[in-house]
């Protein structure tokens, strides 16, 4: 009675038109009143408590990151850069788009973040050249949620923070498994496009692919700073998001000079209403999360998953159909903090690394925001290249599912994961 509870009043709440942060709060409220519970005392306690958290600062700091990223020049940058380096072969403003995600990816964490600004810069270039443009978005839009998996990664920072899991392994072990998207998403580019008859740009010479990389040199250098610094124990994630954040701002202001007061200032408040949003979600999700603890539902889905107990593969194969399920109605961030506090204590109970599992967890919920009808970067790359959701969705399909493929690949295979992971972390 108290799962049908949860679910019935957090998605009637959302089949209201209620804003999911506001939904949380209600299923919260429907909990207690079922339990004899309902105190507004202990209800606001835990909204404040689901907010103060000094890894959740990490979130705020990730944001400027990517909005100075867009702004300063640094993501223009990183995109001239693959220009030189592959833009000459076949399909190459594909293979640009698919190495500039990958290098923006290791900046901001955001993927709404790195997909506007690879559909701004890339997807007219595209349409010029002759691509398909349903199919280039589509490439983008796949492209760009390789953020949230590629260190720094806000998903990984709220799941650590609702999974009570390491951040910092958590970013390493998200390394090989976000490059294994790339390289999914590439070899699918090859096979889409090899039919279409486009001329390629021609190739940079030496001197301009120099040129390239001197431009580019500042803006790579913060993924080496943050993963180095986070490997040896120099700062913690939170610490990095700082160091991400001030680096940008420095190399955007005082090195590119591409920004002055103003443009500081209105990156400041995009941050800062981005934030808001999120952090929000995380405090109602505090409600929901406590009174799923109080009324023992991750006991009751533990019996309910007991068949597959045995077989931590089966297991995980049957949470990433769900999961798959709810991404395609769900965002990102209400999914990771409504699911992880029912999952984490099944996954625990059948032995499966808390670690390993956040990356596959994350990553079902990155490839979520292009799963239609709700596919957030979806609307992202129709609003930018105003082209039509079908169009969108059309293009996207056969990327979305190599991204799949990679996903049970790993799920069949956890020591690609564990391995490397294990690796980094020493």
Same mark, same amino acid.
């Given at each position: 009675?108290?799962?049908?509870?949860?679910?019935?009043?957090?998605?009637?709440?959302?089949?209201?038109?209620?804003?999911?942060?506001?939904?949380?709060?209600?299923?919260?409220?429907?909990?207690?009143?079922?339990?004899?519970?309902?105190?507004?005392?202990?209800?606001?306690?835990?909204?404040?408590?689901?907010?103060?958290?000094?890894?959740?600062?990490?979130?705020?700091?990730?944001?400027?990151?990517?909005?100075?990223?867009?702004?300063?020049?640094?993501?223009?940058?990183?995109?001239?850069?693959?220009?030189?380096?592959?833009?000459?072969?076949?399909?190459?403003?594909?293979?640009?788009?698919?190495?500039?995600?990958?290098?923006?990816?290791?900046?901001?964490?955001?993927?709404?973040?790195?997909?506007?600004?690879?559909?701004?810069?890339?997807?007219?270039?595209?349409?010029?050249?002759?691509?398909?443009?349903?199919?280039?978005?589509?490439?983008?839009?796949?492209?760009?949620?390789?953020?949230?998996?590629?260190?720094?990664?806000?998903?990984?920072?709220?799941?650590?923070?609702?999974?009570?899991?390491?951040?910092?392994?958590?970013?390493?072990?998200?390394?090989?498994?976000?490059?294994?998207?790339?390289?999914?998403?590439?070899?699918?580019?090859?096979?889409?496009?090899?039919?279409?008859?486009?001329?390629?740009?021609?190739?940079?010479?030496?001197?301009?692919?120099?040129?390239?990389?001197?431009?580019?040199?500042?803006?790579?250098? &913060?993924? +080496?700073?943050?993963? /180095?610094?986070?490997?040896? $124990? !120099?700062?913690?994630?939170? *610490?990095?998001? #700082?160091? =991400? @954040?001030?680096?940008? &701002?420095? +190399?955007?202001?005082? /090195?590119?000079?591409?920004? $002055? !007061?103003?443009?500081?200032? *209105?990156?400041? #408040?995009? =941050? @800062?209403?981005?934030?808001?949003?999120?952090?929000?979600? /995380?405090?109602?999700?505090?409600?929901?999360?406590?009174?799923?603890?109080?009324?023992?539902?991750?006991?009751?889905?533990?019996?309910?998953?007991?068949?597959?107990?045995?077989?931590?593969?089966?297991?995980?194969?049957?949470?990433?159909?769900?999961?798959?399920?709810?991404?395609?109605?769900?965002?990102?961030?209400?999914?990771?903090?409504?699911?992880?506090?029912?999952?984490?204590?099944?996954?625990?109970?059948?032995?499966?690394?808390?670690?390993?599992?956040?990356?596959?967890?994350?990553?079902?919920?990155?490839?979520?925001?292009?799963?239609?009808?709700?596919?957030?970067?979806?609307?992202?790359?129709?609003?930018?290249?105003?082209?039509?959701?079908?169009?969108?969705?059309?293009?996207?399909?056969?990327?979305?599912?190599?991204?799949?493929?990679?996903?049970?690949?790993?799920?069949?295979?956890?020591?690609?994961?564990?391995?490397?992971?294990?690796?980094?972390?020493?």
């Amino acid at each position: 009675m108290t799962v049908f509870i949860f679910l019935g009043s957090l998605l009637g709440a959302m089949a209201l038109g209620i804003p999911i942060a506001y939904s949380l709060l209600v299923c919260g409220v429907a909990l207690m009143w079922h339990m004899d519970l309902f105190d507004a005392q202990i209800l606001a306690q835990n909204v404040i408590n689901g907010a103060d958290s000094f890894p959740l600062l990490a979130v705020p700091f990730f944001m400027l990151a990517g909005e100075v990223m867009n702004v300063g020049g640094l993501s223009r940058r990183i995109v001239k850069l693959a220009m030189t380096l592959v833009g000459h072969v076949r399909g190459g403003l594909g293979y640009v788009a698919i190495l500039a995600a990958v290098l923006m990816a290791a900046l901001s964490g955001s993927a709404v973040a790195d997909t506007a600004a690879l559909a701004a810069l890339l997807l007219p270039m595209m349409a010029a050249a002759g691509h398909d443009k349903a199919r280039a978005g589509g490439l983008l839009a796949s492209a760009g949620i390789i953020a949230p998996i590629i260190p720094p990664s806000i998903g990984f920072v709220i799941f650590g923070v609702a999974a009570n899991v390491s951040i910092g392994k958590l970013f390493l072990a998200g390394i090989v498994p976000g490059l294994l998207m790339g390289v999914s998403i590439a070899l699918t580019w090859w096979y889409v496009a090899r039919k279409e008859n486009v001329t390629p740009p021609p190739k940079a010479t030496r001197a301009e692919k120099m040129k390239a990389l001197r431009e580019s040199t500042w803006a790579l250098v &913060l993924p +080496v700073i943050v993963l /180095v610094g986070l490997k040896f $124990g !120099v700062f913690t994630p939170t *610490e990095a998001a #700082v160091v =991400a @954040a001030v680096y940008a &701002l420095f +190399v955007s202001t005082v /090195v590119y000079r591409e920004m $002055g !007061v103003k443009e500081v200032y *209105e990156v400041f #408040v995009a =941050a @800062a209403r981005t934030t808001a949003v999120i952090m929000f979600l /995380v405090a109602a999700a505090m409600v929901s999360a406590w009174l799923i603890t109080v009324a023992d539902i991750p006991s009751q889905m533990i019996g309910l998953l007991q068949p597959f107990m045995d077989s931590p593969t089966l297991l995980l194969v049957m949470i990433m159909l769900l999961v798959m399920a709810v991404g395609t109605a769900m965002d990102m961030t209400p999914t990771i903090l409504i699911m992880t506090p029912v999952l984490m204590p099944v996954v625990k109970a059948a032995g499966i690394d808390p670690v390993y599992f956040g990356v596959l967890f994350i990553m079902n919920n990155a490839i979520g925001l292009v799963t239609p009808p709700v596919g957030t970067v979806l609307n992202v790359v129709a609003g930018v290249g105003k082209m039509k959701m079908d169009a969108v969705t059309r293009g996207v399909i056969p990327f979305m599912l190599a991204e799949f493929a990679v996903m049970f690949l790993l799920v069949l295979f956890p020591s690609i994961v564990t391995g490397p992971a294990r690796w980094l972390a020493n």
